[in-house]
């Protein structure tokens, strides 16, 4: 069974960076589509980007408030997704999860957290000086 591990979180001041990491075991991760998204609480769960998987077109999408901010990327070899945030503000501050699906090779879009199968239990991020 696929297992996720979200690290990387912590206390940043604004403009500045953090990389997540969403590391599986269990699986081979680059036959799912990962996604990460970002949750307040009381709040709904909010898509920040996704990466359709190796076997499909490897397309990536963002969220339009992180687009030009955000990089995600694979790491074949380590079996890991990553989230490249740059340029953070407090906007950002919230608990990140990382999630895979088998969704299709093909996305066009960011998908709901419903289609998603597997997730992680949450980085936190907080943006603040």
């Known amino acids: 069974q696929l297992q996720l591990v979200e690290s990387g979180g912590g206390l940043v001041q604004p403009g500045g960076s953090l990389r997540l990491s969403c590391a599986a075991s269990?699986?081979?991760?680059?036959?799912?589509?990962v996604g990460w998204f970002r949750q307040a609480p009381g709040k709904e769960r909010e898509g920040v980007s996704c990466?359709?998987?190796?076997?499909?077109?490897?397309?990536?999408y963002y969220a339009d408030s992180v687009k030009g901010r955000f990089t995600i990327s694979r790491d074949t070899a380590k079996n890991t997704v990553y989230l490249q945030m740059n340029s953070l503000n407090p906007e950002d501050t919230d608990v990140y999860y990382c999630?895979?699906?088998?969704?299709?090779?093909?996305?066009?879009?960011?998908?709901?957290?419903?289609?998603?199968?597997?997730w992680g239990q949450g980085t936190q991020v907080t943006v603040s000086s």
């Open positions: 990466i359709s998987s190796r076997i499909g077109d490897e397309g990536t």
């Open positions: 269990g699986s081979t991760l680059d036959i799912y589509t």
């Open positions: 999630a895979a699906g088998l969704i299709g090779y093909m996305l066009r879009s960011l998908r709901r957290p419903v289609e998603y199968d597997y």
